[in-house]
């Protein structure tokens, strides 16, 4: 499956943003950079904002120096882990909360003088560069980008340990001096040629010179007309010091120019380095003339799929009684998820989680996107991991309205008492929302400062739900018609205490829920002997929607297992994973595919439930698409 990163870049130029150092050093801070993520958070979230409101399309993380030799100068060689996936979470954050679609890269540097001077080994570099490019791949980056090497030599050592890792897209950047060759005497095009030939995706200059030497080196680069895909990146011209500050004078409107020349020159990554802030990105995306969406090709998609917001989608079923403040529908209504059940289809529901802030186009994008590939619902998450978000309710109104694809809403009682999930509950039917998970929800951390409510647990939010349907509220109150709530609870067959598990799911079978939707799980064998002894006390007559996260790496696997509660990846699954190396990606989805194939037969599975991680709907898509390839599989148009 080709990397989104990949296909943009053959669309036409990203904008990456410019210097993180020269903006933490404007604003105050003056411990090592790659420490503030871990200490001043809001200080790096901020500069991410900056340049993503002045229209970067790439981010890169505050992690240019965060490898053990760097960190160790400053006794903190034991934050590798810790700085990385900080900054690359920033990073995640800053994009989430803008809204915007775009890509994060995680910034590495060079060894530098310990590598230089003989005091480490290229064995020992390998290793400080595998170390972190595991931390940034843990922390959700989408590619990585190798900045200001100083030579070939460490270049293709830091390449191959980001190659022994993972299969995201790599850029590397080398450090080149003004007489247009690196400080180790090598030539652009040279080192064009030798590292796309190491496993780089796109190649070229940053740092250590001001636009036009820049320029000049590109050119040269370019001249091979079977050059890689190339990157550059200059310094706002060379610096001068004034008083204890360091000025750089290339103005916003020079690297505007510099941005034309770049891109009519083949460049296909383009940015600013040290002394470039926010109105240089924005005076560049300017003269590129094209959004940050426009770029990564999604809002194309959105126009198309994305309805009109006053066109409502969803309406009570055919035969059903409306509530008094409904009309009924004008026009043809699209088959529901509970209708593509009961007509036996083999449905797809993918996760979503609300954007962290207002903006909502990069979730929406998303949902369209996974519309196209085929699938049938979008789960909507309410404020997981207790993190605030947009609220699944809003959210879910805005995927049915706007992107056509019905949701189904995550409701926690966490967080509202019993008066306020009837409220929120009414609400949601008035607009055209059907679909509910009902759940408890993750305890709220200390950090949040936050109460939870619990006044029900999930068992007595779906008694709450089937009153509703009935036409009375919890008290027995009339309200004036009756609720058409499809209702689904949670099962985890993996649970740690099994026989607690299936104790809870008949309880909240015998409440009233109407499907089961589970946990991720990769172990066919621990699902058969799971719902076997569900219906040791009755036959299961509701459909069950199987968990399915398509793993990323085996770095993600081993988290999977380890530290997310009640999911267990089997050990044979993690082998391979691991052995898949850098194609990791590919041997998840495969993983995935081989599950759903082997369940798909089993009775009581009428479908499946995929959780994509760090937010990776691409592959959510491409696990929908390949569905369709399987023995038998016949899924809902």
Same mark, same amino acid.
């Given at each position: 499956?080709?990397?989104?990163?990949?296909?943009?870049?053959?669309?036409?130029?990203?904008?990456?943003?410019?210097?993180?150092?020269?903006?933490?050093?404007?604003?105050?801070?003056?411990?090592?950079?790659?420490?503030?993520?871990?200490?001043?958070?809001?200080?790096?979230? /901020?500069?991410? %904002?900056?340049?993503?409101?002045?229209?970067?399309?790439?981010?890169?993380?505050?992690?240019?120096?965060?490898?053990?030799?760097?960190?160790?100068?400053?006794?903190?060689?034991?934050?590798?882990?810790?700085?990385?996936?900080?900054?690359?979470?920033?990073?995640?954050?800053?994009?989430?909360?803008?809204?915007?679609?775009?890509?994060?890269?995680?910034?590495?540097?060079?060894?530098?003088?310990?590598?230089?001077?003989?005091?480490?080994?290229?064995?020992?570099?390998?290793?400080?560069? /595998?170390?972190?490019?595991?931390?940034?791949?843990?922390?959700?980056?989408?590619?990585?980008?190798?900045?200001?090497?100083?030579?070939?030599?460490?270049?293709?050592?830091?390449?191959?340990?980001?190659?022994?890792?993972?299969?995201?897209?790599?850029?590397?950047?080398?450090?080149?001096?003004?007489?247009?060759?690196?400080?180790?005497?090598?030539?652009?095009?040279?080192?064009?040629?030798?590292?796309?030939?190491?496993?780089?995706?796109?190649?070229?200059?940053?740092?250590?010179?001001?636009?036009?030497?820049?320029?000049?080196?590109?050119?040269?680069?370019?001249?091979?007309?079977?050059?890689?895909?190339?990157?550059?990146?200059?310094?706002?011209?060379?610096?001068?010091?004034?008083?204890?500050?360091?000025? +750089?004078?290339?103005?916003?409107? +020079?690297?505007?120019?510099?941005?034309?020349?770049?891109?009519?020159?083949?460049?296909?990554?383009?940015?600013?380095?040290? $002394?470039?802030?926010?109105?240089?990105?924005?005076?560049?995306?300017?003269?590129?003339?094209?959004?940050?969406?426009?770029?990564?090709?999604?809002?194309?998609?959105?126009?198309?799929?994305?309805?009109?917001?006053?066109?409502?989608?969803?309406?009570?079923?055919?035969?059903?009684?409306?509530?008094?403040?409904?009309?009924?529908?004008?026009?043809?209504?699209?088959?529901?998820?509970?209708?593509?059940?009961?007509?036996?289809?083999?449905?797809?529901?993918?996760?979503?989680?609300?954007?962290?802030?207002?903006?909502?186009?990069?979730?929406?994008?998303?949902?369209?996107?996974?519309?196209?590939?085929?699938?049938?619902?979008?789960?909507?998450?309410?404020?997981?991991?207790?993190?605030?978000?947009?609220?699944?309710? $809003?959210?879910?109104?805005?995927?049915?309205?706007?992107?056509?694809?019905?949701?189904?809403?995550?409701?926690?009682?966490?967080?509202?008492?019993?008066?306020?999930?009837?409220?929120?509950?009414?609400?949601?039917?008035?607009?055209?929302?059907?679909?509910?998970?009902?759940?408890?929800?993750?305890?709220?951390?200390?950090?949040?400062?936050?109460?939870?409510?619990?006044?029900?647990?999930?068992?007595?939010?779906?008694?709450?739900?089937?009153?509703?349907?009935?036409?009375?509220?919890?008290?027995?109150?009339?309200?004036?018609?009756?609720?058409?709530?499809?209702?689904?609870?949670?099962?985890?067959?993996?649970?740690?205490?099994?026989?607690?598990?299936?104790?809870?799911?008949?309880?909240?079978?015998?409440?009233?829920?109407?499907?089961?939707?589970?946990?991720?799980?990769?172990?066919?064998?621990?699902?058969?002997?799971?719902? %076997?002894?569900?219906?040791?006390?009755?036959?299961?007559?509701?459909?069950?929607?199987?968990?399915?996260?398509?793993?990323?790496?085996?770095?993600?696997?081993?988290?999977?297992?380890?530290?997310?509660?009640?999911?267990?990846?089997?050990?044979?699954?993690?082998?391979?994973?691991?052995?898949?190396?850098?194609?990791?990606?590919?041997?998840?989805?495969?993983?995935?595919?081989?599950?759903?194939?082997?369940?798909?037969?089993?009775?009581?599975?009428?479908?499946?439930?995929?959780?994509?991680?760090?937010?990776?709907?691409?592959?959510?898509?491409?696990?929908?698409?390949?569905?369709?390839?399987?023995?038998?599989?016949?899924?809902?148009?």
């Amino acid at each position: 499956m080709r990397h989104p990163f990949l296909e943009a870049v053959e669309r036409g130029a990203i904008l990456a943003d410019g210097a993180m150092g020269t903006l933490l050093r404007e604003r105050g801070w003056r411990a090592p950079h790659e420490c503030a993520a871990l200490e001043a958070p809001d200080l790096v979230r /901020r500069v991410h %904002e900056d340049y993503i409101a002045a229209g970067a399309s790439l981010i890169l993380t505050n992690t240019f120096e965060a490898n053990r030799a760097v960190l160790g100068r400053h006794g903190l060689a034991d934050r590798v882990h810790r700085a990385n996936t900080a900054a690359a979470k920033l990073a995640r954050d800053a994009r989430e909360i803008s809204g915007h679609s775009l890509f994060i890269g995680g910034s590495m540097g060079p060894i530098g003088r310990e590598l230089a001077l003989g005091a480490w080994t290229l064995a020992e570099a390998f290793a400080a560069h /595998r170390e972190q490019v595991e931390a940034l791949v843990e922390g959700g980056v989408d590619l990585l980008v190798l900045e200001t090497f100083p030579s070939l030599r460490e270049a293709r050592e830091a390449i191959r340990a980001g190659r022994a890792v993972t299969d995201i897209p790599v850029v590397a950047m080398l450090n080149f001096s003004a007489d247009l060759a690196t400080p180790a005497g090598e030539r652009p095009a040279e080192i064009a040629r030798v590292l796309a030939e190491a496993g780089a995706d796109v190649v070229g200059i940053n740092c250590g010179v001001g636009p036009q030497a820049a320029l000049d080196m590109l050119e040269e680069m370019a001249r091979d007309p079977a050059h890689p895909l190339l990157a550059v990146q200059p310094n706002a011209g060379l610096p001068m010091h004034h008083g204890s500050t360091l000025v +750089y004078p290339a103005s916003p409107d +020079y690297f505007a120019d510099f941005a034309l020349r770049a891109r009519d020159l083949g460049a296909v990554y383009i940015g600013g380095c040290c $002394g470039t802030g926010p109105a240089h990105v924005r005076a560049m995306r300017t003269a590129l003339g094209r959004t940050a969406e426009e770029v990564t090709g999604a809002v194309q998609a959105v126009q198309v799929a994305v309805r009109p917001s006053s066109e409502m989608v969803f309406v009570p079923r055919a035969g059903q009684e409306p509530l008094a403040s409904e009309e009924p529908a004008s026009e043809p209504r699209p088959q529901s998820l509970r209708d593509k059940l009961a007509a036996g289809r083999y449905v797809v529901s993918v996760e979503i989680d609300p954007p962290r802030g207002v903006t909502t186009r990069k979730a929406l994008e998303g949902a369209a996107m996974l519309k196209d590939a085929g699938v049938d619902a979008i789960n909507i998450g309410d404020s997981p991991m207790a993190r605030v978000r947009m609220g699944a309710l $809003g959210f879910g109104v805005l995927v049915q309205q706007r992107v056509g694809l019905e949701a189904i809403i995550h409701q926690t009682t966490r967080d509202r008492n019993l008066m306020a999930l009837q409220a929120d509950m009414l609400s949601a039917h008035a607009l055209g929302l059907r679909c509910v998970i009902a759940l408890g929800g993750d305890p709220p951390p200390e950090a949040s400062q936050s109460s939870a409510v619990w006044d029900v647990d999930s068992i007595g939010f779906i008694r709450v739900l089937k009153r509703l349907n009935e036409g009375v509220d919890f008290a027995g109150n009339s309200i004036g018609g009756h609720t058409d709530f499809w209702i689904a609870a949670a099962a985890n067959p993996t649970a740690d205490d099994v026989d607690l598990e299936l104790r809870r799911v008949r309880e909240k079978l015998a409440a009233g829920a109407d499907a089961l939707m589970t946990q991720p799980v990769y172990d066919t064998a621990r699902v058969t002997e799971f719902f %076997e002894r569900l219906a040791e006390t009755g036959p299961l007559d509701v459909p069950v929607l199987l968990g399915i996260m398509p793993l990323v790496s085996y770095r993600n696997a081993e988290f999977v297992h380890n530290e997310l509660a009640g999911v267990v990846v089997p050990a044979s699954v993690r082998s391979r994973m691991q052995r898949a190396g850098e194609a990791g990606t590919a041997e998840g989805i495969q993983i995935a595919l081989e599950h759903i194939a082997e369940t798909r037969s089993l009775p009581y599975v009428s479908g499946i439930y995929i959780m994509p991680a760090f937010g990776r709907y691409e592959i959510a898509a491409e696990v929908t698409r390949r569905i369709a390839s399987l023995e038998g599989a016949t899924l809902a148009p």
